[in-house]
């Protein structure tokens, strides 16, 4: 296969980012995976498209280089890794779509991105900071004709804020760990 098939393969534009090419991957493997596609057809897209995904990962920064890069990593590719990927493929695709999920294949899909965890995590503590200042404001300085705030609304503002921050510091917790990961292995 050549690199335009891996990109229409996975439904990707050349120059795409890599955290495209795992929500593509992840949305095929969701919708083909033999386990829950029963179409003769699956097996085969799955399996396309779990090449195509691993091709592009390991791939991605040689696929930005000069011409002659790009061809010698086509060459290797083709020698020792395609056939390699083909087989891992053909054993996902043989297992069950919950047991290929915990797979460590699947789970290097997931994506992290550090600007919206940290932008939800400012979110959440402005709704927690407002929440409380608001409510006290308006209990010092009401406004007249208008009734002063209820108790159940500032509650539910304060829970809704706390639920917001804590999968906030969880999925921080998870960007941290997957790059302390990526920074061991370079």
């Not at 995904?53 to 890069?69: G, H, T």
């Not at 917001?164 to 997957?178: C, D, G, N, Q, R």
Request: hydrophobic residues 40%; positive net charge.
């Amino acid at each position: 296969m050549t690199l335009s098939d891996y990109y229409e393969i996975l439904g990707l534009q050349h120059g795409c980012s890599v955290d495209d090419i795992k929500k593509a991957y992840r949305r095929k493997a969701r919708l083909y995976h033999p386990d829950i596609n029963s179409s003769p057809e699956a097996k085969d897209i799955f399996i396309s498209s779990t090449e195509a995904y691993e091709f592009l990962i390991a791939n991605f920064d040689k696929l930005r280089s000069d011409e002659q890069v790009y061809q010698q990593t086509m060459e290797d590719w083709r020698k020792y890794r395609q056939d390699r990927s083909h087989h891992r493929a053909n054993a996902y695709a043989r297992a069950s779509y919950i047991s290929f999920k915990k797979s460590e294949f699947y789970k290097t899909t997931r994506i992290f991105d550090g600007t919206t965890i940290l932008v939800s995590l400012v979110i959440s503590v402005m709704v927690l900071v407002y929440t409380v200042f608001g409510y006290v404001f308006r209990l010092r300085h009401p406004i007249p004709g208008i009734k002063n705030p209820t108790v159940f609304i500032f509650i539910i503002f304060l829970l809704l804020g706390m639920i917001f921050l804590t999968i906030s510091v969880i999925y921080l917790k998870a960007y941290l760990e997957t790059s302390k990961k990526h920074k061991k292995r370079s």
